[in-house]
């Protein structure tokens, strides 16, 4: 989860949008939390990570269907289907298991190496007529509506994807300025309007 820098604007590009208009502008405070919250949605709402899972989930328990129908071949064929079932649905758990260790595994290895200073500071999200400009003390960058991936919610965070694989992360028990029920709605506006 990077944030892309672009051009800094060098003055507002809406001059009919008060820049600090209560629905258009957002304060808030990323922790090292909020980051790991972000890698589990993916992980469990990603469209990517789901169609990755189900691809690799369905060839490793055909795979070893085949080699225990195989291996029990000299059985009664009622055994050998239930043994080849049996054996296949817990190798297929603990595939699912050690998939999901792995993938939170590398992810917490990830954020040990990577600079964090982007992402570990106070935000602000501020829209503007064609760009949502994000404001921290590191960089400024700006993204136009049509570029913006998607808008997602969880129960404590939201979600502005840039991509699939990138997203502003906005905690909601965080916010220290702006109303993030009035924000998100303007957004989705603002994205489908830009979009046709």
Not at 70 to 84: D, G, I, K, S
Not at 104 to 131: G, P, T, V, W
Not at 143 to 171: C, R, T
Request: charged fraction near 20%; hydrophobic fraction near 40%.
């Amino acid at each position: 989860m990077s944030i892309n820098p672009y051009e800094s604007p060098s003055e507002s590009t809406s001059p009919g949008l008060e820049p600090d208009a209560d629905d258009a502008v957002l304060r808030f405070e990323v922790q090292i939390e909020d980051v790991k919250a972000f890698q589990q949605y993916y992980y469990r709402h990603s469209r990517a990570m789901r169609k990755r899972r189900y691809i690799s989930m369905a060839i490793w328990g055909f795979a070893f269907f085949a080699m225990n129908y195989l291996l029990f071949r000299e059985m009664h064929w009622f055994l050998q289907l239930t043994f080849t079932i049996a054996l296949t649905t817990i190798a297929t758990t603990f595939y699912v298991i050690l998939n999901k260790w792995s993938y939170f595994y590398q992810s917490r290895n990830n954020l040990r190496n990577m600079d964090l200073s982007a992402l570990i500071c106070d935000h602000e999200l501020r829209q503007e007529d064609e760009f949502l400009i994000e404001v921290t003390t590191v960089n400024v960058s700006r993204h136009a509506y049509d570029k913006l991936h998607s808008v997602e919610e969880s129960p404590n965070h939201a979600f502005i994807f840039m991509s699939p694989l990138q997203a502003h992360v906005i905690p909601k028990q965080r916010i220290t300025q702006g109303d993030l029920t009035r924000f998100l709605p303007l957004l989705r506006e603002r994205i489908e309007a830009a979009k046709g």
